[in-house]
């Protein structure tokens, strides 16, 4: 589990967030549905650490009967303003205010690694009804773009903190860090890409918790180095961004 402070930094940049950061490809969705052994049209949904509302947007697309579980006063006003009519609850995954055997699918969209997981697991199960599915993803950088391997290292540098790792973890591993081990569950990896300005590209690398509890200055001359670097790599201003959603989807015995 990440520390609170880290966890608790999203609320003052909720909006950054939601302007910014990456959703999710349609082949997300679908191989929820396909792993978890479901329809999402009618599903009874919770998206816990729904942050800004950026997966639980998707999953009422697909016609899921979706509640939102967010723990950050921040986000939640965010989430509100974008979502209104979307159920939300103050809650998270460590203690879900959620009825026992209530939903048929649980989502942690970049959240299950803030919480417990021998508190999270638990609840889930609870909160599941028999035969439910739970899903957990990341958007993960992809381990073979050369530039932004080179800006993680300058990020690692900015922050005090060490270079992400990019080698993916095997299936056992992953199992293991997720605090799966012991529940039937299938991991699968999506690669897809998004073209964004120079400017929202920057947005979304400062919106991660390291910059957020990093001290203004430091941010301010990261991003003036950043800029110049990355607009000689792209002059006409598009920073094409690739990712991997790292996907890992468990049945309910």
Known sequence: MSSPSRAHSFNAAAAQYAANRP?????????????GELSLAGARVADVGAGTGIATALLRERGAEVVAVEPGAG?????????????????????????????????????WHWTDTARS???????????????????TDSADIPWAIAQDERIARACGVEPKERRRPDDIRAGRLSGLAELPHTRRLLRWSRTVPLDTHLANVTSHSAFLILDEA???????????????LFPAGLVEE????????ARVP
């Open 218 to 232: 430091r941010t301010a001359r990261f991003l003036a180095e950043e800029r110049a670097t990355l607009g000689a």
């Open 23 to 35: 959703s999710y490809p349609p082949a997300v969705l679908d191989a929820v549905a396909e792993l």
């Open 121 to 139: 697991v638990p609840e889930a199960l609870r909160v599941l009804r028999p035969g439910g599915a739970l899903a957990l993803w990341w958007n």
């Open 75 to 111: 986000m939640a006003a965010e989430f509100r303003r974008a979502l209104p009519d979307v159920p939300l609850v103050r809650g998270d995954g460590n203690a879900l205010p959620l009825a026992t055997a209530s939903r048929d699918l649980l989502t942690y969209a970049q959240s």
């Open 242 to 249: 690739t990712y991997v959603v790292d996907l890992l989807v």
